[in-house]
């Protein structure tokens, strides 16, 4: 994924998760599943008895494969928030007093502070936390979107198999 572009999927539809540790290339994840489910979700007000079996399996699969998603993030958030710390305290360590006394500053904790908020690996690496807590916040909802698609389709196939038994619509009991 190029850095300008802003887009989560690349031009083969695979969905770009970028590194935690800001080293290596971004990890490709198929998310077709996905993004094919969360087209169908609107199907779910016109589903009947013969269409929700095939809703239902492709908000599972779905599910499934946004559970594995989510837990990818997570692990490169985890490793990205470590990043962070790490670039926090290198910047501390080894250049603020630098910077500071370059500029005839006195060290005080809220210069030390400013000079790590403008150091580049971490803004780099706080960068690389921002996005991977975007993404999982989008797919942890998509997720949850898809739970209730599934649940709803799931409830309208109930109806349908429960109407010729229920006496109330004029169905004969078996």
Known sequence: MSE??????NEQKMLEVPRGRGTGAPLAFNATPIYDAINQIDQVRRATAVTSPDLMA???????TTSKLISLIEL???YAEASLRESKSVAILDRADALLAARNMKSTADLREAVVNLDPDVVAAKERVDK????????????YELREALYSTKKICDIYLKLPNDPNTGGERQ
Not at 58 to 64: C, E, G, P, S, V
């Open 4 to 9: 300008s572009s802003g887009s989560l999927l």
């Open 58 to 64: 492709t908000f599972n699969l779905a599910m499934h």
């Open 76 to 78: 490169e958030k985890s």
């Open 132 to 143: 991977l807590t975007t993404m999982l916040s989008f797919f942890t909802n998509t997720y």
